[in-house]
């Protein structure tokens, strides 16, 4: 009961990051703050970041989630390098979800590389924000 009532108490760490040369942010910033508005510790690690600034940052601030956003079309390149780079560092309790141009076409090859959630163009904030609070409390407990 104790453990049930600490988790319910913890508020949720979301690493929201720009990988690549990719300098359009704004979506980024509007998920960042939807997500913050929501109760959830966002930490926004800005522009043009490597897949292993992303996962150092993500392990450093010991988040439970990163969210990519991607519209330069490389979002196959960089769920892949930072799924391993995240088995890597053992940190693959860290779920990744994502939102950007991505094609409906990569969405099944996406989920099979373990990425949790995929967001396209004109998803609600709403959709994000429940998607986490029902995600990451589900992970939670299967850690537990």
Do not use: N
């Amino acid at each position: 009961m104790v453990l049930k009532s600490c988790l319910m108490e913890r508020r949720i760490r979301v690493l929201i990051a720009k990988p690549g040369l990719d300098g359009h942010d704004r979506g980024a910033k509007i998920i960042a703050r939807a997500l913050r508005d929501a109760g959830m510790e966002v930490i926004y690690t800005g522009l043009r970041q490597t897949s292993a600034m992303i996962v150092g940052a993500a392990v450093q601030e010991d988040v439970d989630a990163i969210g990519l956003s991607i519209l330069s079309g490389a979002h196959l390149h960089y769920f892949k390098e930072i799924k391993a780079l995240l088995e890597e560092r053992s940190a693959t309790d860290i779920l990744l979800f994502g939102g950007g141009i991505i094609p409906e076409s990569d969405v099944a090859t996406l989920e099979a590389l373990g990425v949790h959630g995929i967001f396209t163009p004109g998803t609600s904030t709403g959709d994000v924000v429940e998607f986490l609070q029902k995600a990451v409390p589900q992970r939670w407990a299967q850690l537990s």
